[in-house]
């Protein structure tokens, strides 16, 4: 076997378990923060040149997903184009984030703007406790 | 083929010292990163894009000086106004970049937009660089 024909394996190899990883944990893009305010969890995020349609927040029982795809307009090696420097980054992205257990996921705001996607999280009410009265058995 | 995945790209940041003559760099507190761009060169022009979230159009300073063009964008920080910020993966900051042109750039026609975060500048070539295409006649 040729020197060319092991490294091409190996190449497939670091392919793979990217993928696997990426479909076990959902990738890690965009990054995010998450604070505090008032009786709101607030989770940001970095999306720039994203637009509204390409991009989608999904709220489940306990997790929220952010998914779409940034594209930019020469990366795939467009007609006209003499040269590129390019630092950006772009494609699909897929993400999912476990939601603490007092999140009232049938409530949440969404915004994308100047780039910067803000979801806003209720926290449920905590029930009240009640006295129950202890009996003499 | 797997569909091609978007890789966070780590915020780089600004060497202050460098940069102390600027005047926008004293002026607002926080934390200044240099921002990411793309420059792409087409037959008539150059444009240059900029990733800066959190900016809005208000929020960028572009100005052309001899043989470069300086970039601030502010940004009103989100965080200031909550409690407390819980998880952090990235950090908040302003953004500052310097671009040295060449003369090929016809400094009279630059013009830039800011959407989405992202600046686009564009900087059309002087009529005597553009490519023309030149017709061979039968001699």
Known sequence: MSLMNILEDFDWLDTFTDEANRLLVGGKFPHINISVKDKDFIIRAELPGIKVKDLNVTIAESTVTIQGERKIETSEGSEGVVSFHTERNDGFFNRTIALPRDVDTSKAESVLSNGILTITLHKKKIAETKQISVKEG | ?139
Do not use: C
């Not at chain 2, 940041?13 to 087409?42: M, N, Q, R």
């Not at chain 2, 409690?83 to 970049?97: A, K």
């Not at chain 2, 040295?100 to 992202?118: P, Q, W």
């Open chain 2, 1 to 139: 083929m797997p569909k091609k995945q978007q890789k966070h790209v780590e915020k780089k940041k600004l060497d202050i010292a460098a940069h102390k003559a600027e005047p926008h760099l004293a002026s607002h507190t926080g934390e200044w990163y240099v921002s990411a761009a793309d420059i792409f060169e087409y037959e008539n022009e150059v444009i240059v894009e900029m990733d800066m979230p959190g900016v809005s159009k208000d929020d960028v300073d572009m100005k052309l000086r001899e043989n470069e063009i300086v970039v601030t964008g502010h940004v009103v920080h989100g965080e200031d106004r909550d409690d407390e910020v819980l998880y952090r993966e990235y950090d908040e900051g302003h953004f500052h970049r310097h671009f040295v042109l060449n003369d090929t750039i016809d400094r009279d026609k630059i013009s830039s937009v800011m959407a989405e975060g992202v600046l686009r500048i564009v900087l059309p070539k002087k009529q005597a660089y553009k490519q023309r295409q030149i017709e061979v006649k039968e001699g």
